[in-house]
């Protein structure tokens, strides 16, 4: 079980109320034979997920078994963060309607979208790992046979230090992210939250630890204790 004084993995209960006029995905068959994994990574801007996902690209560069999408975003490509595919709005929704993304959403007046190429990577047995909106939560798990969802949190004082320092976003729309990150808290039997209040190191080390759990997702390898923590057998 990954449990530390700040930095924790738990298990939330099961709910959709939390999707909110999701972005549809393009329309992808409901039941598929694939025997890969998608690995949802959700999480309030601020909360450190570009941190984590980068530490577990090196963490995993050698293991054939994982695959990190880079997404395609309409922000230019020296916006700072994360490293992407950056479109102009024409040009991403000249891709959208080639269903060229197998999810895509907007936030923030941007449009996002994971490239329908990542799909090929499930479908061939591998787990993909893609930041993705919570908004797109419940329609990736009706289109996609085996999700997991990793869930990246921090306190509101500490999601609030991190997106001053970043200086990408003015009062308001820093305002409107943390509004956001208390109001929208994914839920179900597939979520694993990690709680990225301490070090990077430690939180890095259970976000490694909670992709080698869903790599390994099956109901023989996890049991619940009386308080709802997942126990990594």
Avoid at 15 to 24: D, E, L, Q
Wanted: proline content about 3%.
């Amino acid at each position: 079980r990954i449990s530390m004084s700040r930095v924790s993995i738990t298990t939330a209960a099961m709910s959709s109320a939390y999707c909110r006029n999701p972005i549809k995905a393009n329309a992808l068959p409901s039941e598929t034979r694939s025997t890969g994994r998608l690995i949802l990574v959700v999480g309030p801007s601020g909360a450190g997920k570009d941190s984590l996902i980068d530490a577990a690209r090196t963490r995993f560069a050698g293991d054939a078994r994982v695959v990190f999408a880079r997404r395609s975003i309409t922000r230019p490509a020296d916006a700072g963060g994360e490293d992407h595919e950056a479109l102009s709005v024409d040009d991403f929704e000249n891709r959208r309607k080639s269903a060229a993304f197998m999810l895509h959403w907007q936030a923030y007046g941007l449009l996002y979208g994971i490239p329908v190429r990542y799909r090929e990577a499930i479908d061939a047995g591998k787990a993909v790992v893609a930041n993705v909106s919570r908004m797109v939560l419940n329609e990736a798990r009706r289109h996609f046979a085996k999700v997991s969802v990793l869930h990246v949190t921090a306190a509101p004082e500490t999601i609030a230090g991190r997106i001053a320092a970043r200086g990408r976003e003015n009062g308001e729309q820093a305002t409107a992210r943390l509004r956001r990150a208390v109001a929208t808290v994914p839920t179900g039997e597939d979520v694993v939250t990690i709680v990225n209040d301490s070090t990077l190191a430690e939180a890095a080390a259970s976000f490694e630890q909670a992709i080698l759990w869903a790599l390994d997702s099956t109901p023989e390898r996890q049991t619940q204790t009386r308080h709802g923590q997942t126990k990594l057998a």
